[in-house]
């Protein structure tokens, strides 16, 4: 190999219409390479021009978009003939892992027909060859049952199965170039490490060259060799990976490394002596009919228990389907526990909303992750807040003008905003929006579900920010719930950890910087990506289950500890028969585990 | 005003041409009794089927009556009738299935149900029942023709209505206490309102076409009224020779419903994501 890079892009432009008619450039005069077999990230916040840039290499551009500049990948130019032009490689020579890959899927077909279809379409090979390829790289995937995991259908497997799945998919034609779209951002973070590790020794093993695009350094630093950093649609930076890490050249890359580790600067720890304002007790909640014994037919929440000081911070972390939000749907009273009470300043509350008094509605409010669906897009701004101000305080006319003012000057909005519809916002400012609807009320207390979760690093940095101001100068209290550990840790005084509807451990958020704490915070703390590019390499090599999968039937019935089917430290003849004692720590956390603090600190 | 003309202004080619259509029939619904030459019942041609000539712009129909004048005077019926059965049809479908997509879950089962019955009815069929059994004065024909229609609206606008029941935005109102009114008026209509319509001109057009097809068969209006249906039917002896008098109202009913489906399609697809 010479020093020929395999992909050679000069002068890329992406041109679209704005809605005026204008052309309006979307990426502007982007250049770079990368050599055979190396990894090149793309990374930005959204509306950066990556997941253009990254289509643009497969000569494809969405709906009324125009490609200029010149593109070459292996032999094929964008404006090649014939097998030469990037289009004709598309899918065979140069494939493509998108963002979500539960939607990816065709659920009515079994997943090895979709995962051989692309050799089938380019004839690379034969159906018996392509299966049995499609088998090898199941087994170098990491994927449980490589055999015969591909006849089941894609609703039988998990959304960090699908997406090894779908890179499988890109790799059956063995092609030059895989594309892989924000791969792991849909992901939880436990599921993000065993996905990121199949990647990075799948593209090593074939040799491929690759385009990583992503938002998160973090994860970028553990796949790639070199990195664009892009910030609408112009090239800001671009280096190894380790530069960037370690000696940032550009503003903007600095913005992004430190938006990576969020510490919220107007955080106050609540003072313990606190009155408190919101405490949980003892919750068992689920769906569906409940059964003559009280039981749910869909069981989530057991025996869940947690308190709110007043001007507190709470946070809730666990992964998806550990019941973090049902705990906020039980408080908000949209779903009724099947036991327990929800007690707010010493007055229990009933456990439908039905039975709520509108002063006990206006007191709790909840702000939901989504904020494209949890404001309606029928109406403005100004009617949405001007709702809750009328609804609650009786307010209208211009003293409902002037409190809407207010509010958007709370959230830092122009109040030019109150006129304008939600879909005319950005994602930040509609979590904004989201966030002064709730405050409209004057709420003793904000249920955050996932607020930060669907935005860009930067973006939610400032969010973050915003809602410690908020709760230093309103006094809000916050119950805030989240995947992410770093982002729990950096906003609030008090942590509960969720594991399958059962509360693993809770205790100050400082003690969860440090064991000993429960194996299975640990797993959610050592699952972060680190900002350095040997982290992946480290982690995840702790030992495997003690007592394996084969103990999840009897988890299900009976009180025993439900992490035992994943737990690295489970005892035998212990864990498996009795249910596991609260143990109080020294830092303060209690964890539910039959390890004492010695051996959890070991 | 000034917002509508503006709107107007930014449809698309089918847009405008369908709304030129509509605003057409419209007017013709309008004032066409006052404009039309001659009066509808009155025989002032000794030729049927006659040629366009100066004095009948359209001809003649099967009795020498001006056929232009019969045009004019019968649009407004199917124009009338359509429109009020449509808007019963859409306003009872539509609010039967917000409560249901509000109300409790019985009451939905319950609705559905019911809708599922009357659905599983012929629509043509059902209406000749009825209109044998209640006979066929103005008002009940307009009643039967919307009563046959309000399950299908109420099918579509119960599945739109239920999905978006589902959404955060619906739940945060519910969350801050609000009753079932506010939810399904405030928080869920505004939201079908584009989909809704699209609907609504499909029901539009089957409902001129059942009008027309009842009137066509003798049980839709009765003599000396006529829709452009009737107009149909009772020409249909100069078919043979392709006479105006037949060819003239089935364009007339093939542009009303051309032109409000055009329209539709154009103002419902402009935002849409």
Redesign the interface.
Known sequence: MTIMPHVDVCGLCVTVRAADGSPLRIVDDVSFAIQRGEVLALIGESGSGKTTIALSLMGYARGGARISGQIKVGDATLNGAGPNSLEAQRGHRITYVAQSAAAAFNPSRRVIEQVIEPALIHGTANDAQARAHAVELFEALALPEPKTIGSRYPHELSGGQLQRLMAAMALITRPDLVIFDEPTTALDVTTQVEVLQAFRKVVREQGATGVYVSHDLAVVAQMADSVLVLNRGTVREQNTVRAVLETPADDYTRTLLAAATPVVKAAVPCATEAALLLSINGIHAGYGPVDRHGRPAHPVLSDVSLTVPRGGAVGVIGESGSGKSTVARVVAGLLAPTAGEVVLDGQPLAASLSQRSREELRRIQIVFQNADVALNPAHSVGEILGRVLRFYHGMSGSAAKARVAELLDLIRLPSAVANRRCDELSGGQKQRVNLARALAANPDVILCDEVTSALDTVVREAILELLAELRRDLGVAYLFISHDIATVKALCDDIVVLYKGTRVESGRSRAYDTPPYHPYTDLLISSVPELRTDWLTGVGQKDKPQLGPSAGDAVAISGLCRFLPRCPVGIAGRCNTTPPPLRMMEAGNVVLCHRTEAELAG | MANLINRAGRLPLSGKIGLAFVLFWIVVAVIGPWIAPYSPGSFVNDEVFAESSRAHLLGSDFLGRDVLSRLLSGARFTVGLSAIAVAIAVGIGTGLALTAAVGPRWLDELLSRAMDTLISIPSKIFALVLVAAFGSSLVLLTMIIAVTYVPGNFRIARSLAVGLAK???V??A?????GRVHLAL??VL??M?KPLFADIGLRFVFIVLLLSGLSFLGLGLQPPDADLGSLVRENTSGLAEGALAIIAPAAAIASLTVGVNLLIDAATQGKAE
């Not at chain 2, 519910?174 to 609000?178: L, M, T």
């Open positions: 959404l955060d935005y739940e945060v519910r969350a801050r206490g609000e405030v928080e505004p939201n309102i």
